[in-house]
């Protein structure tokens, strides 16, 4: 005897398949990673521009008095304070210095009254490019110099070469970027003048800048691509690669080199702000104009619209390069897109 739907209390529409209620599709990772990673930034920019607001509202005394010094006429002090809008309320000054830099209106200069923009477009090429040479040869020397060595040593092959290695690098980290930097300019500068003392004056004037940023964070870097080296190695796809017979050089670039590339991004956005705080310095030391030097410059003379400006401009620099890292590694590495990350 069969017993029927509704002796059990069940209609017969319910007796069928029951139906989730629809729910929207969820974005994809990568445009969630982009879309958190986004957020971060504007956040971090948010907190960068604040904080070099508050610097010169907590600097004792008048920071336009400090400027201009003791002798300057009280009429020119209140002048400039109200050029500044320092006579204004805090929360209007907030929201006007806000839609300055937003609107790239980075105001006068309190010495020379030309606008600071003037001076940092004259300046941000001589800087750039001290630091994107120093990334790129960074990135050169630490990834295939940490992957010749990691090959060579690997299972405790040539420990001297290791040991060797190690200390080197050690040292060549430790040293200050300005003591390198007045090492080179003895060396290769006054000693056999190959390359200009100071000055900008062609590309040449590029170079001992450029080794003195590289030295410190490339052999950083080395070492931690040796290490992975070591690592990389022993998986078995670079095993199964070997057993193959094929070409050295296409087991390690081919194989090996895209595995390494993960740790060397990861490390090279830790090694930025390095490199940008060691550009301020090597400036400084071979007299090149660029934004470094006009830091040290404002911050002597407290001209404070400038040290502002540079230091906004150069953090940002700073946070959109590890954007842009982040998002080189969300392409390298595939577990990153399926996590969201």
Do not use: C
Request: proline share 6%; hydrophobic share 50%; glycine share 8%.
């Amino acid at each position: 005897m069969t017993t029927s739907t509704a002796e059990v209390g069940e209609s017969p529409a319910s007796a069928g398949p029951r139906l989730r209620p629809a729910r929207g599709r969820r974005a994809p990772a990568w445009v969630r990673s982009a879309g958190w990673k986004l957020l971060r930034l504007v956040i971090s920019i948010w907190a960068v521009l604040t904080l070099t607001f508050l610097m010169i509202q907590f600097i004792p005394g008048d920071p336009v008095r400090l400027a201009l010094g003791p002798d300057a006429p009280a009429s020119l002090v209140e002048e400039r304070r109200q050029q500044l809008g320092l006579d204004q309320p805090l929360v209007a000054q907030y929201l006007d210095y806000w839609g300055r830099m937003l609107t790239g209106d980075f105001g006068d200069s309190l010495l020379s009254q030309q606008p600071v923009s003037l001076l940092v477009e004259a300046r941000i090429a001589n800087t750039a490019t001290i630091v994107v040479l120093s990334l790129l040869a960074t990135s050169v020397l630490s990834i295939l110099g940490g992957l010749l060595v990691g090959v060579a040593t690997h299972r405790g092959r040539r420990p001297m070469l290791k040991t060797g290695f190690t200390m080197a690098t050690g040292v060549a980290a430790a040293l200050p970027d300005f003591l390198v930097a007045v090492g080179l300019v003895f060396l290769f500068a006054v000693t056999f003048t190959v390359f200009p003392v100071a000055g900008a004056s062609g590309a040449d004037s590029f170079v001992l800048p450029t080794l003195a940023i590289t030295l410190g964070s490339a052999a950083t870097m080395m070492r931690v691509v040796r290490s992975s080296t070591a690592v990389v190695l022993d998986q078995d796809y670079m095993l199964v690669a070997r057993a193959k017979r094929l070409p050295a050089a296409r087991v390690y670039l081919r194989h090996g080199l895209p595995n390494l590339l993960t740790a060397a991004l990861t490390l090279g956005g830790l090694q930025l702000g390095t490199v940008v705080t060691g550009t301020i310095v090597v400036e400084n030391v071979f007299a090149i104009p660029g934004l470094g030097t006009a830091l040290v410059q404002a911050l002597i003379t407290r001209d404070y619209p400038v040290v502002q400006t540079i230091m906004v401009l150069l953090a940002s620099a700073v946070l959109v390069l590890n954007l842009l890292i982040d998002v080189a590694l969300g392409a390298l590495d595939p577990r990153s897109k399926r996590q969201g990350g």
